[in-house]
């Protein structure tokens, strides 16, 4: 994306912490003006500083963005500072979890465009996916925009609308944490067999990582790469069965997993 219209209006980046700084970082790559970045942010690091970004400064009249990376617990008393760019001439992005696009629009007002982005921890080395979704005043340029900033960190997908998000934050936001606990189970599950400790997560993070990065280069399906690795009666289809029983198996264990993060989700969004 040509980052001109943003460079001459400027974004104002509400909130600079690790989300934050991913995706300043990643703007600043892609060729957006440090001077046009206005931070707003009450314990700016020294990375952000360095940056030549304007942090804690006069905000300009009418900026083409502004991006809320803050806390959801702490919006409430960031977000009517911002109260004067809604009504129509400032887009809004959300990156704060669990936030409503109609939490914005009771402090924004409706008129105003805001798209909810979902993204993940990976983000903070590039290798995020976000999903995203506009209100009624969000054009699809809006959305263009909205998809270019986020890709600073990684992939970007489009929902159909805001009921998809309870969804994805259970699959691809929360995901993260259910591959960690991947990883610390298989190391457990070495130890039981006989590994020392250290040896047996130096295998497991490897495997994982490597399977990871093998799904994300390969053109094959997950399904095919799990094909390619299992030879019938072997040591991996003992392990298969186990795993892909239908009662017992992965299967029904992360359905239930994914659907209690859902619930949660909308629990929290009423």
């Known amino acids: 994306m040509d980052f001109a219209a943003i460079s001459e209006r400027g974004l104002v980046l509400l909130g600079c912490g690790k989300m934050g700084s991913a995706l300043l970082q990643g703007w600043l790559a892609r060729g957006l003006r440090p001077d046009a970045v206005h931070v707003i942010d009450p314990n700016p690091s020294g990375w952000v500083r360095a940056q030549g970004v304007q942090v804690n400064q006069p905000l300009p009249a009418a900026p083409a963005v502004v991006l809320v990376a803050v806390k959801p617990q702490m919006m409430g008393a960031a977000l009517p500072q911002l109260q004067a760019f809604g009504g129509g001439g400032t887009l809004f992005v959300s990156v704060a979890a669990g936030t409503l696009i109609a939490s914005y629009e009771a402090v924004l007002g409706t008129a105003t465009p805001i798209v909810r982005t979902m993204p993940n921890t990976p983000a903070a080395v590039g290798r995020g996916i976000t999903a995203i979704c506009g209100n009624a005043h969000a054009t699809p340029a809006h959305l263009d925009m909205a998809q270019a900033l986020m890709s600073a960190v990684g992939q970007v997908v489009r929902l159909e ?33 006989g590994l020392a400790p250290d040896l047996s997560m130096q295998l497991a993070r490897a495997t994982v990582c490597g399977a990871g990065e093998l799904a994300y280069q390969a053109s094959e399906s997950a399904e095919q790469l799990r094909i390619n690795v299992t030879s019938p009666g072997g040591t991996t289809a003992a392990a298969l069965e186990v795993l892909m029983n239908p009662e017992t198996g992965f299967p029904p264990l992360l359905r239930r997993a994914v659907q209690a993060a859902a619930d949660r989700g909308r629990e929290l969004g009423k």
């Open 161 to 193: 609308g805001e009921h998809q998000m309870d969804a994805v934050t259970a699959v691809s936001g929360s995901g993260p944490a259910y591959v960690f606990h991947l990883i610390e189970a298989l190391a457990a599950a070495g130890v039981a067999q």
